[in-house]
């Protein structure tokens, strides 16, 4: 298969961030007089957006004006975090080493808010050259609508039949199913391997996805 382009989703593919992810969003439960939630739980909140996420860390029922009101406190958390603390998987960065190498073009789509999207990438990658990060905007709409994909496509001039789509949860496959690209579904992150079932191919390690490069 030609491949020219990789966009990759972030968290639970190329960085493991569900600790920082629970640590920030359980002081501001606490603090605000809810139940801190498990990391166990926190792998089934994960990966439609922060809003999503929070609503679904929030005991049933609660509004969501709550859950608005609450999101500026776990950005402030997030953002006070030392990102370089965040690992990304083993063999993420000999994976991108030889897409480098190769002169494939690399790119992340996530649903995490846009502008610590960025900063995580600079932080943890700071190695690597992405055509461009796009994370959760306004007005944009979030995975697994194909928007996303649609719009690295151009930003990268490659072809949709020349790029793949790697991520770990169900919104990550349907994003790829949704835009017509060549899917991976990463049994490494977050997702739970049923979810992940609609990708073209599930892999166990990074370095898997060069088998069809090659």
């Known amino acids: 298969m030609k491949v020219r382009s990789v966009i990759f989703d972030m968290d639970g593919t190329l960085l493991n961030t569900l600790q920082m992810i629970m640590e920030c969003n359980n002081d501001v439960l606490e603090r605000n007089g809810f139940v801190r ?43 006070g975090r030392d990102m370089k603390t965040i690992p990304p998987y083993d063999g993420v960065t000999e994976l991108l080493d030889t897409l480098v190498a190769k002169g494939i073009k690399i790119s992340i789509l996530t649903n995490k808010e846009h502008r610590y999207a960025v900063l995580n990438a600079q932080a943890v990658l700071p190695q690597y050259h992405f055509e461009t990060v796009l994370g959760e905007r306004a007005g944009k709409p979030l995975k697994p609508d194909p928007y996303g994909v649609y719009e690295i496509s151009e930003i990268t001039g490659v072809p949709l039949n020349e790029t793949v789509f790697v991520g770990d949860m169900k919104a990550d496959v349907l994003t790829g199913k949704n835009s017509g690209v060549f899917t991976f579904g990463c049994l490494w992150g977050f997702g739970k391997k049923e979810d992940l079932e609609g990708a073209d191919r599930l892999i166990s390690h990074p370095l898997e996805i060069l088998d069809i490069i090659d």
């Open 37 to 79: 939630r498990s990391y166990e739980e926190y792998k089934n909140f994960v990966g439609d957006g922060m809003m999503t996420l929070l609503k679904r860390a929030l005991p049933q029922g609660t509004g969501d004006e709550t859950a608005r009101r609450l999101i500026p406190q776990v950005l402030e958390l997030y953002y």
